[in-house]
């Protein structure tokens, strides 16, 4: 059974990543993408899906763990009556055709101290027992299809019972290396060694001069930091796309259905991402997203979906693995993501936002982009009035949902500030008329005035936290009573032990049984409506406490369960991250950080005029 999903911590090499548990347990990895098959595979199963420990053969052992400073090696700490070893865990960034890693090193700290190694390989998720043989060199070469594994160690390891295992002694002063590299299999030959010290070294170095580029944010700068770093971590290097996770089925609902993959690119996340790289320092990640943001959607605009692959694959076929029981029995397991065919209105606003704030950010012009956008304009121009599936990718019919209009807008309002600040040529004229008509339009619609609140869709008496992003965006003024309205129904209607609630999962909308956790990024989101209203200790205190739900290295998942006081949903979740870089940035840049997305508010009813700051 695997671990709780905080007691994990991840270690990546910016094409794909690992987590490993408390106990020494790498419990998932798919090779050699983020989004490729699974060779552990116990995190959604049991130790026989595949997973690889080291650990002392003592199973009472003391463990502390922690990454060492601003990078992403992990040490692990176990200590027992007999002395104490570091267990330091990471995967070298790969530099042209080398082979993909995992590098461990079991080091003697003090006395002597028995260890374990179990090795349970299973590619394709699970499923895939491979043939193991002994190279020449006594490496350990692993192979099923087209996968291929090599494990080099100086520890004498044999088979049981379709495992590699071994015992060996780690003494004070003594390092014990395991490399485990990936190749396909039809290469002419396996992974050559590698010194892994000097492996150590460069990713230490790699990660600390990466580090060092992050602004400072006063007394949170610790937290975003780490948030930062594990963006990094989830960013597809060739490519600069960012995965949302990188796992797939972690639940939403311990022991429930609400499972889905999340190692793709969301559209959605795009403006935040961009925002959170370019606040925290990180100019060429910025950069490097919004390349792929265009690539992605490039074509025509009927046909932009509201996430990609990795590489802007298009196609993401949603399909299930009946032979891995799931995290905690939470089924069915879920590769793929049907949702990628959903319409989606607010990716249109969202992809216009992002490519406006990069402009306005100092990213550089994008002007043949500027062609993109206006053929996209004139596809939403059309298309904007019909439902849609909204933000939260909901399986229970379209809607005429909130957010997804007040994105639509965004598409328009960005639209005209690219002309008036630019300089760039298109319909103004027009884009103005539609932004307005949009915006009555949601404002006749959307608000209800029997509980003083905008509502999830049009009416609708339902709640919705995406709405609470209509001030962040710049629709209308913190100040407007429908807005403050809003806000406290959401705190009335949504908050549970504190943290906020995506919508009520019990009005059976959505397609799905009811029940979820906390959405940590909405109520970061709520953080930044009490900034907004000057309400500055309780947006501190609430902050604090969304940091405090953290695991012990500082990864956050998507959802909080505030009754079972754990993390659910895939981890570490890049939107938590996200939404934490900039909440922290608002705390302490009150003046100009939250106008960067939103500009001067209108007053209320009318469009909003050009963005300051």
């Known amino acids: 059974m695997a671990h709780p999903i905080e007691d994990y911590a991840l270690i990546g090499n910016c094409e794909t990543a690992a987590l490993v548990a408390r106990d020494g347990s790498i419990d998932w990895l798919c090779w050699p993408r983020f989004d490729g098959d699974a060779c552990f595979a116990a995190l959604l199963g049991n130790p026989e899906h595949g997973r690889w420990q080291i ?8 463990i502390t763990r922690r990454y060492r400073d601003d990078t992403l090696v992990l040490e692990t700490e176990f200590t027992t009556g007999d002395g104490a070893v570091t267990l330091v865990d990471f995967m070298p960034l790969r530099d042209g ?17 028995a260890m374990s190694c179990e090795l349970v390989l299973r590619f394709n998720y699970g499923s895939a027992v491979p043939w193991v043989t002994r190279l020449e060199d006594g490496a350990l070469r692993a192979i099923a ?27 004070e002063g003594e390092t014990v290396p395991f490399v485990l590299s990936y190749a396909r ?12 010290m000097a492996a150590l070294s460069d990713t230490e170095k790699f990660w600390c001069n990466w580090s060092a580029g992050s602004r400072a944010t006063g007394k949170w700068s610790a937290p975003v930091r780490r ?9 597809y290097h060739p490519t600069g796309g960012i995965v949302a996770a990188p796992t797939t089925s972690l639940p939403e609902q311990l022991g429930g259905p609400r499972n889905w993959d999340y190692r793709y690119c969301w559209l959605r996340d795009a403006t935040f991402t961009l925002l959170s790289l370019m606040n925290g320092g990180f100019y060429q990640a910025a950069r490097d997203w919004r390349e792929w943001l265009l690539r992605a959607v490039a074509g025509r605009p009927q046909q932009l979906q509201i996430m990609y692959g990795i590489e802007g694959e298009r196609r993401l076929t949603e399909f299930e693995l009946p032979w891995l029981p799931g995290y905690e029995g939470a089924t069915p397991v879920r590769v793929g993501n049907a949702a990628s065919n959903q319409l989606q209105l607010d990716v249109y606003g969202e992809v216009m936002d992002a490519l ?24 939403l121009g059309e298309i904007w009035r019909q439902p849609d599936d909204g933000i939260w990718e909901v399986r229970g019919g379209r809607q005429h949902f909130t957010y997804s209009k007040v994105m639509a807008w965004v598409a328009f309002d960005r639209a005209v500030k690219l002309v008036e600040e630019f300089g760039l040529e298109g319909p103004i004229d027009s884009w103005k008329a539609v932004r307005q008509e949009i915006h009555d339009d949601i404002c006749h619609n959307a608000f209800n005035s029997n509980i003083g609140a905008f509502t999830q869709h049009y009416g609708a008496d339902t709640l919705d936290a995406s709405v609470l992003l ?45 029940g979820e956790g906390a959405f940590l990024a909405c109520s970061f989101w709520f953080v930044d409506n009490l900034v907004l209203a000057g309400r500055m200790p309780e947006a501190e205190q609430l902050f604090k406490r969304l940091c405090g739900l953290c695991n012990d290295v500082g990864l956050l998942s998507e959802e909080y369960d505030p009754h079972a006081k754990r993390l659910v949903g895939n981890f570490p979740q890049a939107f938590s991250h996200i939404a934490m870089v900039n909440s922290a940035h608002n705390l302490v840049l009150t003046d100009n950080a939250l106008k960067q997305r939103a500009g001067h508010h209108p007053k209320s009813g009318s469009a909003a005029p050009s963005a300051q700051g």
């Open 145 to 171: 299809g087209p996968d291929m594994t090599v494990l080099r160690t100086p520890v004498e390891l044999h088979g049981d019972d379709l495992k590699t295992v071994g015992k060996f002694v780690v003494s």
């Open 185 to 196: 299999s039809y290469r002419d030959a396996p992974p050559n060694p590698i010194d892994h």
């Open 356 to 379: 406006y704030q990069g402009r306005r950010g100092g990213l550089g012009a994008l002007d043949a982009s500027f062609d993109l956008q206006r053929a996209m304009l004139d596809h």
């Open 470 to 514: 209509l001030p962040l965006v710049g629709f209308l003024p913190p100040s407007d009573p429908r807005v403050q309205g809003t806000v406290a129904a959401i705190e009335r209607g949504l908050m549970v032990d504190g943290f906020v609630m995506r919508y009520d999962t019990q009005s059976g909308k959505d397609g799905l049984p009811p």
């Open 55 to 62: 650990a002392p053969a003592d199973p009472g052992a003391q």
């Open 227 to 235: 948030s930062l770093i594990t963006l990094k971590a989830l960013v």
């Open 97 to 113: 055709g080398k082979a993909s890693e995992v590098v461990r090193l079991v080091m003697g700290q003090r006395g002597q101290v």
